[in-house]
């Protein structure tokens, strides 16, 4: 089925799919996991909509292209236009907080860094980028303290907590905001914590905001 934002009800939202703006290293403890200097400014990428499928519907693995490892991110949904605005701005034009996998195929990604080109075909691929429903921005609340956790067969493999973000959600939005305008519909993606992996066909995962939403699926 195609992808479209959905409230945790399941009902849509009234929002078109739009593109997705990620942040890399994000969290000290994971760009320290990957060898990967910590970033003095956010380091930015984007994926298409067509990366976007449904968190809860199986996850399809890519074949032939090496390991793909999941990120488990916090991702803001986007509701009203922003181009150069300030954290408050950028508080205001939250229309949704949910989860996402920043499926990345990582060999192929390691090829690329080491050749100095761009991630694209790494991180943008069709499917790249499952998502849940969305928690209204109320009922979320502190965007500064809300924990992740991933767990696969039973095993917790990432947790964290969004205070621990180098760039808080609201600074990332407005400088996001300075470069690219996010439209409604668009997805803000904020990184991922330490515990990255790669995902194998048959994994049965559960991806959670502790507390507050919890996603079963599995990888095909
Ligand atoms: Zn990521």
């Known amino acids: 089925m195609a992808y479209q934002h959905l409230q945790v009800d399941g009902s849509a939202l009234d929002l078109p799919v739009g593109k997705v703006v990620c942040i890399g290293r994000n969290y000290a403890e994971h760009a320290r996991e990957l060898n990967n200097e910590i970033p003095t400014e956010p380091l930015l990428f984007m994926k298409p909509a ?5 968190l809860d519907e199986p996850v399809t693995v890519p074949k032939g292209h090496g390991s793909v490892h999941f990120e488990t991110e916090l991702a803001v949904l986007i509701g009203e236009r922003l181009t150069d605005v300030d954290a408050q701005a950028a508080q205001h ?15 192929v990604q390691d090829q690329l860094k080491s050749k100095g080109h761009p991630w694209e075909r790494s991180k943008a691929f069709d499917g790249a ?20 956790r ?3 067969n039973d095993e917790v493999r990432q947790e964290g907590n969004s205070a621990q973000m180098l760039t808080p959600v ?3 939005i407005s400088y996001i905001s300075q470069w690219f305008t996010l439209e409604p519909g668009d997805l803000v993606l904020t990184g991922t ?10 994994d049965k995962l559960v991806v959670e905001i502790v507390d507050l939403l919890r996603v079963d699926t599995e990888a095909q």
């Open 50 to 54: 067509t990366a976007l499928a449904p």
């Open 93 to 107: 034009g939250i229309a949704g907080v949910g989860l996402a996998l920043d499926l990345t195929l990582r060999d």
């Open 129 to 148: 980028c499952p998502v849940s429903r969305f928690l209204t921005p109320a009922s979320v609340g502190d965007l500064t303290d809300v924990n992740l």
């Open 150 to 152: 991933l767990t696969v």
């Open 170 to 172: 609201l600074a990332l």
């Open 193 to 202: 914590p330490a515990g990255v992996g790669p995902l194998k066909p048959g």
